[in-house]
């Protein structure tokens, strides 16, 4: 009975819920967003992207009607086809997205999964048989390949027992891609390849790279050279870096010869240290570079890199601000630098060729540079209150997922607001290492190609023809895939945070 009642009350109220709000509209709850990556990606690349205001789907309006933005971002059941899409291909070769942002963050920093190679990106042929050989440019010391004894001039002409010829050559590509390889290396003998013994088999482990590899002080024609072969833009290794210049400045050297034919870029911050290594005459905090940013970003755009006194270190394991600064070796002398380049010299190396072009001579000598005036910053899921710091921190990182991006943020000038070196730089005095490759002599030597020219240059002599001849005619054929994130100019989140710091 009192059951009874109790239900027959509930289906009176609930009747006249029902009738009081018949009238009344359901809220729809909307579309759902299926992917919160997809959405840092948009913000993000809103927010940063060099290019932003030429991208249709990445205009402001975009995400104004929620529905319509979550139903454009659901379309995309991959964040990186998200990523590629609102690139201007048309414009931009340089944008990555990152998978992992703590393995890339170690890679600028020089720690990778590597072998510890660096090759050319060219392969040549050299018999009629289509067989290629492509040399070894260098090996970071304690890596694999140096333990296996590789070095520098070695051919490589095998890769998983593969013999190379101009169908397959591609395979060298598994130098950036596979963890385990066997290579077969080669020397040339009287104009005859000659493997150097059994295959090596190699495993890839974490290397962590310096990127100031060799200097000497090289004495001819009554001229003190300083050489230096400087293979990355790294801001772990300032302290390194600032040492040879210390040597340099102790030795007082006439004439410096940097080695960068190798170097892909790297730090902006780095670039303008080194460049105020070697431009000594310049006050601290006399312009030596200009980066403007997209329309969006005016608090950034006008943002002044400096030559400088002091270098900030960075840990080399985190790359955190050690809170110290040390006394920049400057060299006051030079009225002229000799860059060696290849088409591999990228980004921040050519920041230092523009960026010291307005006061003093700049001499390359190789082949044409790359062509990239425009740089990035190291987007990572983590908003911060300032406009400034959004999407740059890496402090409070969304843990739920390691995605991150390395889109083009700014563009770089020098103290003249010169950038037009797309195309790259061409070389002053033209020489290609790869005619050579029967005969690549190790750093340093007097006699290797491009350094013998900048000597013979520095010193007025006649070229040592014989030195500069090729041992064996070789045909250079297609290029090899570049490896990510090798041509690179950037801003890491510890350099940003510096930067702020030291401008307000």
């Known amino acids: 009975m009192i059951k009874n009642f109790v239900l027959s009350a509930l289906t009176i109220l609930t009747l006249l819920f029902i009738s009081c709000n018949k009238n009344e509209t359901v809220v729809d709850p909307g579309v759902t967003l299926n992917s919160e990556v997809n959405d840092f990606v948009w913000k993000a690349m809103n927010h940063w992207y060099f290019w932003q205001s030429d991208v249709a789907n990445l205009d402001d309006a975009k995400d104004d009607d929620i529905d319509a933005y979550h139903t454009f971002l659901n379309g995309f059941s991959d964040s990186e086809d998200l990523f590629n899409s609102l690139l201007n291909t048309s414009l931009d ?33 050299y018999d009629a048989n289509n ?60 104009g005859n390849l000659v493997p150097k013994g059994n295959d090596v088999s190699l495993n890839a ?100 890199y400096p030559f400088y006194n002091e270098a900030a270190l960075f840990n080399k394991v985190t790359g955190e601000f050690a809170n110290t600064f040390i006394p920049i070796a400057r ?14 010299t990228a980004s921040a190396s050519e920041m230092i060729i523009n960026g010291l072009r307005p006061s003093m001579e700049v001499i390359t000598v190789g082949t044409t540079t790359v062509g990239k005036n425009e740089g990035s910053n190291t987007l990572v899921d983590a908003p911060a209150t300032s406009s400034r710091q959004i999407y740059l921190n ?63 240059n520095i010193t007025g002599a006649v070229a040592k023809s014989a030195a500069l001849r090729p041992k064996l005619a070789v045909r250079k054929l297609g290029t090899i895939a570049k490896k990510k994130f090798s041509e690179e100019m950037y801003i890491l989140p510890e350099e940003e945070k510096l930067i702020k710091e030291k401008s307000n």
């Open 331 to 344: 060299l006051s002398n030079l009225s002229r630098v000799y860059v060696l380049t290849s088409d591999k």
């Open 131 to 190: 067989n290629i050989v492509i040399f070894v440019a260098y090996v970071v010391p304690g890596s694999p390949a140096d333990l296996a004894g590789i070095e520098r001039g070695d051919l490589i002409y095998k890769v998983d027992g593969t013999v190379l010829n101009t169908n397959n050559f591609l395979l060298l590509n598994n130098l950036f891609s596979e963890t385990s390889i066997s290579l077969g290396i080669a020397n040339f003998d009287n």
């Open 205 to 304: 482990v974490e290397v962590t790279e310096n990127p100031v590899h060799f200097s000497s002080i090289i004495q001819e024609g009554g001229k003190k050279i300083g050489y230096l072969v400087y293979n990355g833009f790294r801001s772990t290794y300032h302290d390194e870096l600032n040492q040879v210049f210390s040597t340099f400045k102790a030795q007082n050297i006439d004439e410096l010869v940097l080695d960068l034919r190798y170097n892909g870029g790297g730090s902006v911050l780095t670039s303008a240290y080194l460049s105020s290594m070697i431009e000594g005459s310049k006050a601290d905090g006399t312009t030596f570079a200009l980066l403007t940013y997209n329309a969006k970003r005016n608090v950034e755009n006008g943002v002044v």
């Open 93 to 125: 070769d340089f944008s990555w997205y990152i998978p992992d942002v703590e393995a890339q963050l170690n890679a600028f920093r020089g720690i990778t999964l590597s072998y510890g190679i660096e090759i050319p990106r060219t392969v040549v042929s």
């Open 394 to 456: 890496t402090d409070g990182r969304n843990p739920d997922h390691t995605v991150g991006m390395q889109p083009i943020t700014f563009q770089i000038f020098n103290s003249l607001n010169q950038s037009d070196y797309s195309d790259g730089f061409a070389p002053t005095i033209e020489v290609d290492e790869i005619d050579f490759t029967a005969n690549i002599l190790p750093f340093g030597d007097t006699n290797e190609a491009l350094l013998s020219t900048a000597i013979n």
